[in-house]
């Protein structure tokens, strides 16, 4: 009977160590084939340099009622890359009315800016801050034009964003305010070719581009 019983508790701790492995060996090819690649991609993205066409949406939340948006060069929601640009270069506040999707926005700079306000036509040097409420750019963007210096009231190189505010409908079926920043263009683009020490590259075009 003794015997039955080492034979039957060996029988289970073999059976337990089958079954663990095979569980490890189920998470690790999981992990190979489905995990890691979606880390490796957006850990690679980070370094990539923004590109004319990306866009960065954000919805404030409702509890706090307050959200921030900072574009810089390595760091913040848009992280251009770009060693023209400052960290922090540009700061979105938003803050939303306790009770209506209206929203006042604030915008701080600390690096060379040129803003274009809705429906405006043209672009002016930016302030330290700016301001402007969120119906305002319901189909009239306001713009931004950012590099690492101003000569003569122009701006030779940049990278233009614009922030425009849309309505959407969430899971709760509850009409919502989403704000979308988009990358304009880019003078004359970012060599991609030539990597700066801290990942970051610099204006240009790269070597064999064609001319617009």
């Known amino acids: ?16 160590g089958i079954l663990t492995i095979a569980v490890l060996g189920l998470g690790l090819v999981v ?3 489905f995990i890691h690649p979606i880390l490796s991609r957006k850990e690679s993205d980070r370094y990539i340099p923004v590109q004319t066409g990306d866009k960065y949406d954000l919805v404030v939340d409702e509890l706090s009622r307050f959200a921030s948006f ?7 929601q848009l992280a251009t890359r770009c060693n023209a ?3 922090d270069h540009l700061i979105f506040q ?3 009315s306790r009770d209506s999707e209206d929203y006042t926005i604030t915008v701080l700079k600390n690096g060379p800016s040129f803003y274009k306000p809705p429906r405006m036509e043209h672009y002016g040097k930016m302030e330290t801050k700016e301001s402007f409420e969120s119906y305002e750019i319901i189909g009239h963007p306001a713009e931004f034009r950012i590099s690492d210096k101003i000569a003569k009231e122009r701006m030779v190189n940049f990278i233009e ?3 425009t505010s ?12 989403k704000f979308t920043f988009e990358v304009g263009k880019i003078q004359p683009g970012i060599n991609r070719k030539i990597r700066f020490r801290g990942d970051v590259y610099g204006f240009g075009k790269e070597e064999g581009a064609e001319e617009d």
């Open 85 to 87: 640009i400052s960290e």
């Open 94 to 96: 938003f803050k939303k």
């Open 166 to 177: 849309s309505f959407y409908f969430n899971r709760s079926g509850k009409e919502r305010m």
């Open 70 to 76: 900072q574009i810089g060069s390595k760091t913040g």
């Open 161 to 163: 964003i614009s922030l």
């Open 1 to 16: 009977m003794f015997l039955s019983i080492a034979i039957l508790d060996s029988f289970i701790l073999v059976l337990s």
């Open 31 to 33: 992990y190979n084939q």
